[in-house]
């Protein structure tokens, strides 16, 4: 669907008629995408980073977290658990940790692989060399927020990091035949509406397979502690309106907005999303992948988090996708 800039604001600001945004883009999630509700797995391997996001937890100047590096067989051990319960995906997600040789990786993702499921990576920039090498190792997609579009903010937010820099790994990555997953946060200090629905549009623009829209919430350990949070209800009227413009994409009901509010991801259910990614990292690790305060289901082991998400998805008339769950347009790959 095409929406204009002032159109997209004027949704984004309205918050006496959400119901309605919600409403019609949860008509446009089932005519599009159905009432299937695909899990992804998600395994958080590593939080040792080489960057410095102004927001985030594992930024590398936090000492207070203690920092672990999932060997690639826990790796691998995690990702065969977690296929035992039934994922048909899994997601790997570090911070930009370079204590990983790319053969490293490339040996996780093969046996991942052999699992019989879709993989998806999340780490970062990295070299074309690398990323080609994960793809033709089977990696299937990957995931890679831009943040925000405002080059301004984002150089604000990200020192010695370059927004075009990440912009062209997202071009290279799409160019290697993945399905690529991009989005942004939400309530950023500075941030506009404006500047949100410059965002989305270009989220459009690029082609993305996956929006991952979710707030941003200050961590007490980063440059932000004293920032406000950003809002539930802004985030899911951001994300209904991608529904809108993009309307068989993939869209996960993100973990950040469960941590605002108990229910946040049910909401998002209702309100566009149509993917869930809980957290199948082992107790032990899962705490210390702080990157804001509070996380929703941080203590709930895998298998309580599978059967309490099936009843909740039950409860509003959906079920648990038992495909891979590709952007329906390349259902047929993984
Ligand atoms: N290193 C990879 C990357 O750069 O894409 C993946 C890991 S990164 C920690 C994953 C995502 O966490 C980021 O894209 C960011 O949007 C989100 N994040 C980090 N800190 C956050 C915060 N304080 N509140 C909400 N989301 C946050």
């Given at each position: 669907?095409?929406?204009?800039?002032?159109?997209?604001?004027?949704?984004?600001?309205?918050?006496?008629?959400?119901?309605?945004?919600?409403?019609?883009?949860?008509?446009?999630?089932?005519?599009n995408?159905?009432?299937?509700?695909?899990?992804?797995?998600?395994?958080?391997?590593?939080?040792?980073?080489?960057?410095?996001?102004?927001?985030?937890?594992?930024?590398?100047?936090?000492?207070?977290?203690?920092?672990?590096?999932?060997?690639?067989?826990?790796?691998?051990?995690?990702?065969?658990?977690?296929?035992?319960?039934?994922f048909?995906?899994?997601?790997?997600?570090?911070?930009?940790?370079?204590?990983?040789?790319?053969?490293?990786?490339?040996?996780?993702?093969?046996?991942?692989?052999?699992?019989?499921?879709?993989?998806?990576?999340?780490?970062?920039?990295?070299?074309?060399?690398?990323?080609?090498?994960?793809?033709?190792?089977?990696?299937?997609?990957?995931?890679?927020?831009?943040?925000?579009?405002?080059?301004?903010?984002?150089?604000?937010?990200?020192?010695?990091?370059?927004?075009?820099?990440?912009y062209?790994c997202?071009?290279?990555?799409?160019?290697?035949?993945?399905?690529?997953?991009?989005?942004?946060?939400?309530?950023?200090?500075?941030?506009?509406?404006?500047?949100?629905?410059?965002?989305?549009?270009?989220?459009?623009?690029?082609?993305?397979?996956?929006?991952?829209i979710?707030?941003?919430?200050?961590?007490?350990?980063?440059?932000?502690?004293?920032?406000?949070?950003?809002?539930?209800?802004?985030?899911?009227?951001?994300?209904?309106?991608?529904?809108?413009?993009?309307?068989?994409i993939n869209?996960?009901?993100?973990?950040?907005?469960?941590?605002?509010?108990?229910?946040?991801r049910?909401?998002?259910?209702?309100?566009?999303?149509?993917?869930?990614?809980?957290?199948?990292?082992?107790?032990?690790?899962?705490?210390?992948?702080?990157?804001?305060?509070?996380?929703?289901?941080?203590?709930?082991?895998?298998?309580?988090?599978?059967?309490?998400?099936?009843?909740?998805?039950?409860?509003?008339?959906?079920?648990?996708?038992?495909?891979?769950?590709?952007?329906?347009?390349?259902?047929?790959?993984?």
């Amino acid at each position: 669907m095409k929406l204009t800039k002032q159109k997209i604001v004027e949704l984004l600001e309205n918050s006496d008629n959400q119901d309605d945004l919600f409403h019609r883009a949860d008509l446009i999630r089932k005519k599009n995408v159905g009432d299937s509700v695909f899990l992804r797995g998600l395994i958080e391997f590593s939080n040792f980073c080489r960057n410095s996001c102004f927001y985030c937890g594992i930024r590398r100047e936090n000492a207070q977290i203690k920092r672990y590096r999932l060997t690639p067989d826990e790796i691998i051990s995690l990702a065969r658990g977690a296929v035992q319960l039934g994922f048909k995906t899994i997601v790997l997600q570090s911070g930009e940790d370079v204590g990983y040789s790319c053969d490293d990786l490339c040996r996780v993702i093969e046996e991942i692989k052999k699992m019989d499921v879709a993989l998806t990576l999340s780490i970062g920039e990295r070299e074309y060399e690398e990323y080609a090498a994960f793809k033709n190792c089977g990696a299937d997609r990957y995931l890679m927020r831009i943040e925000t579009t405002d080059k301004k903010l984002y150089h604000q937010l990200h020192p010695k990091m370059s927004w075009q820099h990440r912009y062209e790994c997202l071009m290279m990555i799409k160019e290697l035949g993945y399905e690529l997953g991009s989005g942004i946060l939400v309530g950023l200090p500075n941030q506009s509406l404006e500047s949100i629905a410059d965002d989305l549009l270009f989220l459009q623009k690029i082609g993305i397979d996956m929006a991952g829209i979710g707030p941003f919430i200050a961590h007490p350990n980063t440059p932000l502690k004293n920032c406000l949070s950003g809002t539930l209800d802004l985030s899911l009227r951001a994300m209904s309106v991608i529904r809108l413009l993009m309307p068989d994409i993939n869209i996960p009901a993100t973990t950040a907005m469960e941590t605002l509010e108990k229910k946040g991801r049910i909401r998002a259910l209702k309100a566009g999303a149509n993917v869930v990614m809980p957290n199948v990292t082992d107790s032990l690790h899962r705490s210390f992948y702080e990157l804001y305060p509070n996380k929703a289901c941080l203590n709930d082991g895998v298998a309580h988090c599978y059967a309490c998400l099936n009843l909740q998805i039950q409860s509003i008339g959906r079920k648990i996708g038992t495909g891979y769950g590709s952007h329906v347009k390349n259902s047929v790959k993984k």
